[in-house]
């Protein structure tokens, strides 16, 4: 039986509640064995004012969210390799280093829509089984009627979970951050501690 495992990726500036949430969710509905809480480089569309955080700061959260968790683990595997980061690339060399593990990949529905304009987007859909978020019901029909465009297109394997998660986004976390205001409960104890002892997103990056 091969081992299930699942990838939530991003740039986690800052990673929060509701993406463990997430992890931990689709971790127990999908019986994986752990989930690898991928930190990204700066990707491509994350461009305009906002600089994001430097690297460094984003895997030391979410290494410490992830610490006291059966599940969750910090993977700085995309941090590691030089030049642009695929999810393509990413998800092929996981494969051809553990042939025997079968790959979750967890997006949201936003991400879902356009993932067949990826990059090798063939590669990313024949390498993994897809597994969007969906926060509520109003999206189904069509989250259906892609899943089923990306079946008969490119044999994709999909299962979605529908959960909705807490209510807090980075944007937020950020925002209340430079206004002041206190983030408890929106992130762990640690990550909160971590931004607070760092001064992070007190000017929330902005380039002059």
């Keep these: 039986m091969k081992k ?7 740039t986690f500036d800052p990673v929060h509640n509701a993406h463990l949430y997430i992890a931990e969710q689709a971790a127990k509905k999908l019986r994986l064995r752990e989930v690898l809480m991928m ?10 004012s906002r600089v994001i955080t430097p690297e460094e700061h984003r895997a030391t959260m979410v290494r410490l969210a992830c610490e006291g968790s059966k599940k969750l683990v910090f993977s ?3 941090l ?8 393509a690339d990413t998800l092929r060399i996981l494969k051809e ?17 356009w993932v067949d304009r990826w990059y ?3 590669e990313v859909l024949k390498n993994c089984v897809l597994v969007p978020f969906i926060r509520g019901w109003d999206t189904e ?9 990306l079946e008969e297109n490119f044999g994709a394997r999909i299962r979605p979970v529908y959960q909705i998660p807490p209510d807090v986004s980075s944007t937020k976390i950020r925002t ?8 408890r409960g929106l992130v762990p104890e640690k990550v909160e501690q971590y931004i607070l002892d760092n001064r992070l997103y007190l000017d929330d990056g902005e380039d002059a």
Excluded: C, Q, W
């Design 4 to 10: 299930r495992i699942g990838i939530l990726g991003g």
């Design 39 to 48: 930190v990204s480089k700066t990707p491509a569309y994350k461009t305009g």
């Design 76 to 78: 700085d595997f995309e």
């Design 80 to 87: 590691r390799r030089e030049g642009n980061t695929y999810t």
């Design 97 to 113: 280093n553990a042939p025997d593990t079968e790959i979750f990949f967890m997006l949201g529905y936003d991400s879902l829509s």
């Design 120 to 122: 090798h987007a063939e």
């Design 141 to 149: 029909e069509k989250m259906r009627e892609k899943i089923r465009e």
């Design 176 to 183: 209340l951050v430079r206004e002041g205001k206190s983030i």
